[in-house]
């Protein structure tokens, strides 16, 4: 995903131009909400959508097959499911989603696609253990990813990858527990176009790690 058909991406607004040119390709509709949450007393975080060649980069760190079930803990109207579909990848996706706005939208543009599936809830009230995947960009607090975490080593009795996009700051969170192995990290703040030029995505370098559950053995 570098260009518009003849359009070099030179600046911010060319790249959210291409990235809604891609949502209404697959959803029929623009995907981004720039919006602020309507529930950050419940510690939720705005629903940003994870730029597409992020996605790209990050979505190579998981090994997907036919039994793959990712999750993404805080879906917002749906960019993960998007690109899933996109991609053509294989297994399934479910979305889940705090806010009931953003969920009927996710729910609206998915309904149908037997891979895809959309739930309006609370992650922490989602029983994980049929997933073996999970997809997280920033969605929320600290002290609620801290119960996410242990969630996990509660429900997740098999091995998962877990994908932690913009964790600067909470990445020690993960650190030191038992069973997690941090298999990559980094971090992203520019989209580099077909002519090496790099456009600012991010005001601050967003941090990403990719850890490994080793399942908590209860199976
Ligand atoms: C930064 S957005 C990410 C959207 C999407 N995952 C993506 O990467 O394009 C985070 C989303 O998490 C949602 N969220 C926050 N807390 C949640 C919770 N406890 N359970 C489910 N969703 C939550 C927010 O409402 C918001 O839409």
Redesign the pocket.
Known sequence: MTKRAGHVISNLSDLLEREAQIDRQVCGIA?DEQLE?R?AE?????????PYFVLEDLFAHYSLGPDSHIL?????T???LAFFVREGLPGKIT?????PR?AAVAKTWTKGRDNVSVLQ????DLDLSCFTDL??????DPN?LQQFIEKVECEMTRACTIVH??DNGDTWRYVGRDGWTEVASGSFQFFRNERGYQVKVYDHPQHYTVWHYAGNGLA
Do not use: K, W
């Not at 997809?135 to 929320?140: I, S, V």
């Open positions: 995907l949450t529930l419940q510690g939720a975080h705005d629903p940003d959508p994870t993404d803990v805080g879906c917002g749906g960019r993960v979305g889940i989603e705090l806010d953003l809830g609370n992650a922490l997809y997280l960009f920033n969605p929320f609620i996009m913009s």
